[in-house]
């Protein structure tokens, strides 16, 4: 019975070297194998990691979809700029084309200026080739829409203030421009065009912010902007920041004085200076200038 028993521990440790043996052999070809076709081996490996991915994405909990929405339904929405303002600065001017609400120009600080003419879903900025990026007033022809006026020089008086380089006027709705003077002025306040006569034209011109001088008070044109006349000056360091025109009675004209000068560490402003009295000289349409308050 010992015999026997003993028999059956060789016997089965004997199948066991055996299958080893196989095993080894077998790992062995297949290393020969990947070794002589590394292609397939590779494929197989890939394969394999292929079914380890699957297994785990299937483990994955699914996203949450909470009222029919999910990441994929915003991936296309992107942030785009919608304006000038918010790259070119201060918005100084805004002229709407009052036959055509959807056509406008904005006239910005230190960024030209813009048109649109789908109520601002797009841009185009059509000041880009002129001498000046800063700009004072927009103003468009009441009589006809496609002259549109530009007076350069933001009318501020900080000291990151930019300056322009006169006044402008385009003839085919801002493709091209023309620069008819005035260029010390370096601040314009307000360009304003007679409605019953577009030869007629006013410019409330600031003057230089650091000096004094330049092409500074109310100036008119009766033809079109090829000759400027100073119709109200009041000093070398006092400018008209806007001008009006009674609308029952345009010869009436209203202009606004502001006396300014900037250095390194101060800014004196104020009153129009009280030394030129209650009278001024000369008029707009031949009549006569009064001051109405002294502030």
Do not use: C
């Amino acid at each position: 019975m010992k015999r026997f028993a003993i028999f059956v521990l060789l016997l089965s440790f004997g199948a066991a070297s055996l299958l080893a043996r196989q095993a080894q052999s077998t790992k062995t070809q297949d290393k020969d194998s990947d070794k002589k076709n590394p292609a397939v081996a590779k494929s197989s490996k890939d394969d394999r990691k292929k079914d380890q991915k699957k297994d785990e994405k299937k483990e994955e909990p699914k996203e949450e979809n909470k009222g029919g929405m999910t990441a994929d339904t915003f991936s296309g929405l992107k942030f785009r700029l919608i304006g000038p303002g918010a790259a070119s600065g201060r918005v100084m001017s805004i002229a709407v084309n009052p036959r055509n609400k959807f056509e406008y120009y904005v006239g910005v600080a230190s960024g030209g200026v813009w048109k649109t003419v789908n109520d601002g879903t797009t841009w185009t900025p059509v000041f880009d080739g002129e001498g000046s990026y800063s700009i004072g007033w927009v103003a468009l022809d009441p009589n006809d829409a496609s002259v549109v006026w530009v007076g350069t020089g933001e009318s501020n008086s900080q000291r990151s203030v930019s300056y322009g380089d006169g006044i402008y006027r385009s003839d085919d709705g801002g493709k091209s421009w023309q620069n008819l003077g005035l260029k010390k002025s370096e601040h314009i306040g307000r360009v304003l065009v007679d409605p019953r006569d577009s030869k007629v034209v006013y410019v409330a011109a600031e003057g230089p912010l650091w000096g004094p001088g330049g092409d500074r008070g109310l100036y008119k044109s009766a033809d079109r902007g090829k000759n400027w006349k100073a119709v109200l000056t009041i000093s070398e360091n006092t400018g008209m920041v806007d001008v009006a025109l009674d609308p029952s009675n345009p010869d009436i004209v209203y202009a606004a004085a502001y006396q300014r000068r900037r250095d390194v560490f101060t800014l004196i402003v104020g009153a129009a200076n009280r030394r030129h009295g209650a009278d001024w000289a000369g008029g707009f349409s031949g009549g006569s200038q009064r001051r109405l308050r002294d502030h």
